[in-house]
């Protein structure tokens, strides 16, 4: 393995990235607690259901986070701006933002729609070192996109983002090599990776509670709290990395799901809005040249229970109906029980890029099948030329004009 100088891994991280995109282009928003997400009714007025998707750093102050209850983040800030999240428009700046980072090296890992992490150890000769390279990508995020983005820079990946979490908000922060340890030793346990809520509890039990702790800690004590990725995580403690920069073009999986402001019970609507999720997931797939094998239907009842089902069909599609129909058969065997499904969800996964040799013979022949592929294909090219919902299959147009297929 390649030796990566010291300092030239750069991690990236868009500052609140959805609540900053709204401040920025609504003034009026600058400076509060503004919340992003959360569902909106046809009157206008917020619903306790849905999750805060990115709160300001005003909002946070309040203790509010991402993937909380919107109910919750209302009780902890009465006073905060809602606004629902835009997720397609925040992909334009996101994309932006991944074109100027691309600028300077070619291996760029996009870890979400914000973060983002460059090796750049072959790249100085030509733009100059880590830290200048840093410094011009964030003036250029400043001023081309308006944007506050938080900078880190270290040895390897693991370091590079504790140094931009502690510059955090807006900041640029470099983690030298030879003081990572000492920097490390006084962090709380849950800044490693791989730490969640759970293993914290576990190791706070057995006494440990800041990093330092853990490294003094026998490999085989640490297995027995955190199984094998014990020895991993200790490694990470001292402040040791060896995870490439993994350029992450290759997409994984194609899904799509929608919140209800209401419980569901129906099921005939909710095959509706299954068809609407279905039509989506095989669009993008088509669009983005990707075919998969597994189709997993997602639901979560009220209050917080979430099942997942899936199944593996013989060969890998993109046609709607296939989607649909193996979808179908999954919701099919699910007892909706009161008080009803509050989400519902389609992936589709072990994706498979370009076209496949066949697809699964939804009509029972091959002429059949053929015609189908040429039917969604015409589809496409109206959605693509008049908009993604100028042509509908029947059964959706007989939703009102709120339809949930509109909102997807």
Not at 73 to 83: S, Y
Not at 289 to 318: H, V
Not at 348 to 363: E, H, M, Y
């Amino acid at each position: 393995m390649e030796v990566v100088k010291k300092n030239s891994i750069i991690h990236l991280d868009l500052d609140a990235f959805f609540a900053s995109v709204e401040q920025r282009d609504n003034p009026q928003y600058a400076g509060k607690p503004l919340i992003v997400g959360g569902i909106f009714k046809k009157n206008g007025e917020l619903s306790r259901r849905g999750v805060v998707c990115s709160a300001s750093y005003q909002a946070r102050k309040y203790g509010i986070h991402a993937g909380m209850p919107i109910w919750e983040a209302r009780q902890k800030c009465p006073g905060a701006i809602f606004t629902p999240a835009r997720i397609r428009y925040y992909q334009t700046s996101s994309q932006y933002f991944f074109r100027i980072c691309s600028a300077y090296t070619p291996f760029v890992e996009q870890v979400s729609i914000d973060e983002t992490f460059l090796d750049v150890s072959s790249c100085e000769a030509l733009f100059g070192t880590a830290e200048e390279i840093a410094r011009e990508i964030k003036q250029r995020v400043k001023e081309e996109l308006r944007l506050p983005v938080s900078v880190g820079i270290a040895s390897n990946k693991f370091l590079a983002k504790i140094a931009t979490n502690m510059g955090k908000p807006d900041g640029f922060l470099i983690l030298p090599e030879g003081k990572a340890v000492d920097i490390l030793s006084e962090l709380p346990i849950s800044k490693l990776w791989g730490i969640g809520q759970k293993s914290a509890k576990k190791l706070n039990r057995a006494g440990i509670f800041k990093i330092k702790q853990l490294i003094t800690m026998p490999d085989i004590i640490l297995q027995e709290i955190l199984g094998e990725n014990g020895p991993k995580l200790k490694q990470l403690a001292q402040g040791i990395d060896h995870d490439p920069v993994v350029c992450s073009e290759e997409v994984k999986s194609i899904s799509r799901e929608t919140t209800f402001p209401e419980n569901i019970t129906n099921r005939e609507r909710l095959m509706k809005i299954l068809l609407a999720l279905s039509q989506n997931v095989g669009y993008t797939a088509r669009k983005k040249d990707y075919s998969g094998k597994t189709i997993t239907l997602k639901i979560r009842f009220a209050p917080f229970t979430t099942i997942q089902k899936s199944t593996t069909i013989e060969r890998a599609t993109n046609l709607d109906n296939t989607i649909f129909q193996k979808a179908k058969e999954l919701l099919s065997s699910i007892n909706i029980r009161q008080p009803g499904i509050r989400l519902l969800g389609i992936k589709l996964s072990s994706l498979q890029k370009g076209k496949q040799p066949r697809q699964l013979d939804l009509l029972n022949n091959q002429d059949g099948e053929e015609k189908w592929i040429k039917l969604v294909s015409s589809v496409d090219k109206i959605r693509e030329k008049y908009g993604s919902y100028s042509i509908q299959r029947a059964a959706l147009l007989k939703e009102k004009k709120d339809d949930i297929s509109k909102k997807l």
